[in-house]
């Protein structure tokens, strides 16, 4: 198995561009997360989707943030405009839940530099 | 709402030295645990994990876990750690469902 596939690893833009982020999950998981890493807030889970729909996005920091899947093996984070301060590193995470606990199978990463 | 905290921030030891990484929890039901670590540079790995049974866990890398339901902690544990433990270690609280908390991290540095 591949694993979680994240798409870009490293993105640097300009304020005010936008950005758009990728994830592939692992074949066959039914839940995806999208999560932010910064030094001063740490790990911060911006949203997840089940069965390609959304069920909490309570942690996307505003309205400049967008997420979609359009289907169980692909999904978008995007960033319209984006600013310094959204420089971080953007982890996607997949997991198959169902009968019993599971756990999340994280990707390698997108690191984002707005400057 | 669930949180989880953990003990320390930073924790620099020497090689050979042995490690207790704290974590606690805050939520009164069933929980599912786990440790994860980030290796410098790297992504979230799974260290181990606490579903049921036996409240001392094994894990990859000599690593282990004991739950202890009455104080709320799942503390992380090595005898011995090496040079390339040096990371960051992340503990998790699954209540059910989707849910799912992550604390926010302890560093550890590992001097040869």
């Known amino acids: 198995d591949a694993g979680v596939i994240q798409s870009p690893r490293h993105e640097v833009t300009e304020m005010g561009q936008e950005v758009t982020l990728r994830c592939k999950p692992i074949?066959?998981?039914?839940?995806l997360f999208w999560y932010r890493q910064t030094m001063m807030r740490g790990l911060e889970l911006l949203i997840y989707?089940?069965?390609?729909?959304?069920?909490?996005d309570s942690g996307m920091p505003e309205d400049r943030f967008s997420a979609k899947m359009p289907n169980a093996s692909f999904s978008t984070l995007k960033i319209q405009p984006s600013e310094p301060r959204d420089s971080a590193v953007y982890f996607c995470?997949?997991?198959?839940?169902?009968?019993?606990?599971?756990?999340?199978?994280f990707g390698p990463g997108t690191r984002l530099t707005v400057t | 709402a669930q949180s989880v905290s953990q003990h320390n921030h930073h924790v620099i030891l020497s090689e050979a030295a042995s490690l207790e990484l704290g974590c606690n929890y805050s939520?009164?039901?069933?929980?599912?645990l786990f440790w994860y670590v980030q290796y410098p540079g790297q992504h979230l790995q799974l260290l181990l994990k606490?579903?049921?049974?036996?409240?001392l866990v094994k894990g990859i890398k000599g690593f282990e876990a004991e739950f202890i339901k009455s104080k709320f902690s799942f503390n992380l544990r090595k005898p011995s750690v090496q040079w390339s433990d040096t990371a960051e270690y992340f503990c998790?609280?699954?209540?059910?469902?989707?849910?799912?908390?992550f604390g926010p991290g302890t560093r550890l540095s590992v001097l040869p």
């Open positions: 995470a997949s997991s198959l839940e169902g009968v019993g606990p599971y756990e999340q199978y």
């Open positions: 074949s066959g998981h039914n839940s």
């Open positions: 989707f089940n069965n390609n729909v959304p069920i909490d």
């Open positions: 939520y009164g039901g069933t929980v599912n």
């Open positions: 606490y579903f049921s049974g036996d409240p």
């Open positions: 998790a609280v699954n209540a059910g469902g989707q849910n799912f908390v």
